[in-house]
């Protein structure tokens, strides 16, 4: 039973350089979605979505792609990377119903651009 | 906008006393749901708690309780009997109306709280 899995688990970029963060959920959760955390701020909202197909921008979209194929995973994709991408970045997911108010999170994804 | 704020940066408390950490919340939608999370040193995040902005009565989990105070706007989480695997980074957050998960959550910025023996 893993839950929700991240990779890589560290990654270093330089400017301008692209790179993916996986994830995938084996719970068949309906909501996905991707958290950054810098120290002092919390964690806030990239994108999210709602099911195959569908995704909305968060917070802090700017320089992220992301996409829906699947139930299971919800890549993100950083275009260009800069510095102040530098960050732990977390995937989650929630279910519909019972559920819908447990938030699982992954183990996070350590990136630092230089 | 919804906006959490959480005020201490860092508590110290003795083993086995009860802890509040302070959370208050603004919002304009009439329908909110309240979330705790913990993250340990390891990093991970940990559901604790969830308060829904209609329930009638204060949420509890285990040690957990969550002091909802709606005129005020707050959230306090009350951790009784504390222990040193309590030691960790709490965060507050929250959803809005027509959000009936924690698929948006806006998150607080935390409050590290240190147990000593």
């Known amino acids: 039973n893993a839950g929700v899995t991240q990779t890589p688990k560290f990654q270093v970029l330089k400017t301008g350089q692209s790179m993916t963060l996986q994830c995938a959920q084996d719970?068949?959760?309906?909501?996905m979605s991707w958290y950054r955390q810098d120290p002092g701020m919390g964690l806030r909202l990239i994108h999210y979505s709602v099911g195959a197909g569908i995704t909305d921008q968060g917070e802090v979209p700017n320089g992220y792609n992301v996409s829906r194929s699947t139930t299971e995973d919800f890549p993100l994709r950083l275009l260009s990377a800069a510095p102040s991408q530098t960050s732990v970045y977390f995937c989650?997911?929630?279910?519909?119903?019972?559920?819908?108010?447990?938030?699982?999170f992954g183990a996070g994804s350590r990136l630092t651009v230089l | 906008a919804q906006k959490i704020t959480q005020t201490q940066p860092g508590m110290f408390v003795q083993e086995k006393e009860a802890v509040t950490l302070d959370c208050t919340y603004d919002?304009?939608?009439?329908?909110?749901?309240l979330f705790w999370y913990k993250q340990p040193s390891s990093g991970e995040m940990i559901f604790l708690i969830y308060q829904g902005s209609y329930d009638q009565q204060n949420a509890t989990e285990g040690r957990y309780s969550l002091n909802f105070q709606k005129a005020r706007k707050s959230a306090n989480l009350v951790i009784s009997a504390s222990q040193l695997g309590d030691s960790a980074m709490y965060f507050c957050a929250m959803r809005g109306n027509r959000i009936q998960g924690a698929q948006k959550l806006v998150f607080g910025q935390g409050t590290r709280l240190t147990i000593n023996p």
């Open positions: 719970m068949n959760h309906e909501y």
């Open positions: 919002t304009s939608d009439p329908s909110y749901g």
């Open positions: 989650a997911s929630n279910g519909a119903g019972a559920g819908a108010n447990v938030l699982t």
